[in-house]
Structures are given as C-alpha cells and as structure tokens.
C-alpha cells in the first residue's frame, strides 16, 4: 500500500505532466519523452517528475521540481550525468517555452 507521501509525489508529477499537455498535447511525444519517475519531497521541493528526453539538441534527463513558493525548478542533465542548464522560478505557463528553448526547437 502507496503512503500519503507516495501518493502526494504521484499526484504532483501527473499535475505536471497534465499540464504540459494542456499547453502542447504533443510536446512530450515531439521530446521523445519516457521513462517518467515522480520524484519525492525534500526540504526545497513538494516533489516533481523526471523523465528522459531524445530531442534534436539535448539527450538526456529533464527534471522539474516543484518549490515550496509554488513554481518549478527546471534541470537539463546530458546522458554522462552533468548538469547542462538549471532555470528556476518557471511557472506552469512557461514548461513548454523553457523545454523547447533547451530543445532548440
């Protein structure tokens, strides 16, 4: 049986997800995007999702975090594990434009 915080991490990664695709249904699908993983709660972050991307510019894993102030940090890490880009104080409105950005798209 999942623990309230397991469901919590669960839900928040869907409401993530859910909105990227309000703003873009196709957005995931054009990232190549799979392997999703809700990430738990931390003393900076409410939870967030993780997920690999094979886009035209990065290969690797995007991961969005929710903040406790109610908007996300966003990371790039290439497929050797570096950090290639962080963008923080990004709103659900914004997910797609940041992603594409780094996506060269």
């Known amino acids: 049986m999942e623990s309230v915080s397991e469901t919590q991490s669960l839900s928040i990664a869907n409401e993530i997800l859910s909105q990227i695709k309000c703003l873009d249904r196709a957005a995931l699908m054009a990232w190549g995007a799979k392997n999703f993983l809700s990430l738990p709660e ?61 996506e060269g798209k």
């Not at 903040?67 to 990004?90: M, Q």
């Open 42 to 102: 931390s003393k900076e972050f409410q939870g967030g999702v993780r997920f690999n991307v094979n886009g035209l510019t990065h290969k690797g894993l995007v991961i969005i975090e929710l903040r406790w102030l109610d908007d996300y940090t966003v990371s790039f890490i290439s497929k050797s594990g570096e950090l290639v880009k962080k963008v923080e104080n990004v709103y659900c409105d914004m997910l797609v434009e940041i992603i594409d950005f780094i």
